[in-house]
């Protein structure tokens, strides 16, 4: 297994913990009212007022839940990949790579612009997002390289 296959599995697994945590948060802060969270700090920084905004959750399911099964697909993508030639492993997680981090800057914008509160928990596995999408790039060798793998996933989706 490559250097940066160890280093995205590894990135992974703390994506993973993080969403796990963040999920169990979630539901926490709903159904035990004793519930005390260690990342509230104040107004600006309050996992709390996060995890109670209707934002944390789409179609009924916590955000942090799509979080975990990405972070899982992720690592199945790297497992298969150590019988399989990188090259299948980068042509499906660059792209989503690419779709973790455009979710992250969604969030990041809600959270910034409409619950006006940050989660650290949220950031951090933000942070870890755009970590991924470097390393990914790394992988590659070239921006180009990454482009064209998601330019080759994307024309495998066209319906012919």
């Known amino acids: 297994m490559s250097l940066c296959a160890r280093i995205t599995l590894a990135l992974a697994m703390i994506g993973l913990l993080a969403s796990a945590y963040s999920l169990f948060h979630h539901y926490a802060l709903r159904f035990d009212p004793d519930f005390k969270s260690f990342c509230n700090l104040n107004e600006s920084f309050n996992c709390d007022a996060v995890a109670l905004h209707p934002a944390s959750e789409v179609m009924g399911v916590p955000v942090a839940a799509y979080g975990m099964a990405s972070y899982l697909a992720l690592m199945a993508l790297i497992a298969n990949g150590r019988r399989k030639p990188d090259p299948d492993v980068l042509k499906y997680s660059a792209p989503l790579m690419v779709m973790m981090c455009l979710f992250s800057i969604y969030l990041a ?10 989660c650290i928990v949220c950031l951090s596995i933000y942070a870890v997002n755009f970590v991924l999408l470097l390393i990914q790039v790394v992988w590659h060798k070239s921006l180009k390289s990454f482009a064209h793998s998601l330019t080759g996933f994307l024309s495998e989706l066209r319906v012919k």
């Open 109 to 118: 914008a809600v959270s910034a612009w409409i619950i006006g509160s940050f």
